[in-house]
């Protein structure tokens, strides 16, 4: 597998009048098609990574290459979905409107950005939602216009920041479903940050977890789940069961900063752990870094 994200040394120290790190020297990378989580207390610089990858903000320190490309701007084959669809899709704007807005800063044709926006509709399970406002949406079906606004650029790089968070555990459960098999059928690299250990482990090919603020790599875990993953049956597995705990175990001994800690855990048949987590991968894009 190519490498499709390459996070070296990165750190950022927030500025002002008090200056505050809030992660320091995070390395990892990601591989193409690879979907990872980050797992990590509130307040840990989770966002503060995602942003920095997306270079939404300059990082004070490191690099970040994507595709072999030294990232200096936002890259345009970068999508980002955040938490909160209310936010980041425009009320004023069909769902149509909203998914075609960044393809035309892109320079897509008009006929290709309809194609895109339909194909994305019907993807994600809305197709006769295009010409709907988003306030006329339940907050899943917004949701899920965020997520086709994003595949609609057809990114290299999905960056997913809590992006199940506010919605109800149902429709948690069917978004979930919804990426895991988006990322199947369109094989997108996804670096997706959550609060939820359960959701980590669910939609994982491995699950990097982070230590309090600022923010450093205390495991990075590999997922032996296979690729078709069921909400019930996955759940109740052993495998499943065994790195939750050791996830919540990893969380709840986190210490305060540890940029060399190592994590060595036995994990269950079918799993391995990473002895150095400075040889980690992970990968992301987001849908409105232009929006
Ligand atoms: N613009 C900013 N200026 C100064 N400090 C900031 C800024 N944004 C975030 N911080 C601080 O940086 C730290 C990391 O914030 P960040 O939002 O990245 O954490 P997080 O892990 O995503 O949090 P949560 O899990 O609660 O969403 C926090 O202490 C936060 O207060």
Redesign the pocket.
């Known amino acids: 597998m190519a490498t499709m994200l390459d996070v070296a040394e990165l750190g950022h120290t927030?500025g002002?009048g008090q200056t505050?790190t809030?992660m320091s020297d995070l390395s990892f990378t990601v591989e193409a098609g690879e979907l990872v989580c980050i797992v990590?207390?509130?307040?840990?610089?989770?966002?503060?990574?995602l942003r920095c990858i997306a270079r939404l903000i300059e990082p004070s320190r490191g690099q970040v290459h994507l595709h072999g490309d030294l990232v200096r701007e936002v890259p345009e084959d970068l999508a980002v979905v955040f938490q909160d669809y209310s936010r980041s899709l425009f009320p004023w704007m069909s769902v149509r409107g909203n998914i075609e807005f960044p393809l035309r800063s892109r320079g897509v044709s008009k006929s290709e950005r309809r194609e895109r926006a339909e194909e994305t509709l019907s993807r994600v399970g809305l197709p006769d939602a295009a010409t709907k406002y988003p306030w006329q949406l339940s907050g899943g079906m917004q949701q899920r216009v965020a997520i086709a606004r994003a595949l609609a650029c057809r990114p290299t790089l999905l960056l997913m920041d809590?992006p199940f968070a506010s919605v109800d555990a149902q429709t948690r459960f069917d978004l979930e479903d919804l990426l895991l098999q988006v990322r199947r059928e369109q094989d997108t690299t996804v670096l997706l940050?959550t609060?939820d250990i359960d959701e980590s482990v669910y939609l994982s090919d491995r699950v990097l977890v982070l230590s309090k603020?600022p923010?450093s790599i205390v495991a990075d875990l590999p997922v032996g789940l296979g690729t078709d993953r069921d909400q019930i049956t996955t759940r109740e597995s052993e495998t499943f069961v065994h790195l939750r705990s050791e996830i919540a175990r990893l969380l709840r001994d986190a210490p305060e900063d540890a940029p060399e800690t190592k994590t060595s855990v036995a994990p269950p048949e079918g799993t391995s752990i990473h002895e150095d987590s400075a040889t980690s991968t992970a990968s992301a894009r987001t849908e409105s870094a232009d929006a």
Do not use: D, N, R
Request: proline content about 5%; charged content about 10%; some cysteine.
């Open positions: 927030y002002g505050h809030a990590g207390p509130s307040g840990c610089g989770k966002s503060t990574l809590e940050v609060h603020s923010a």
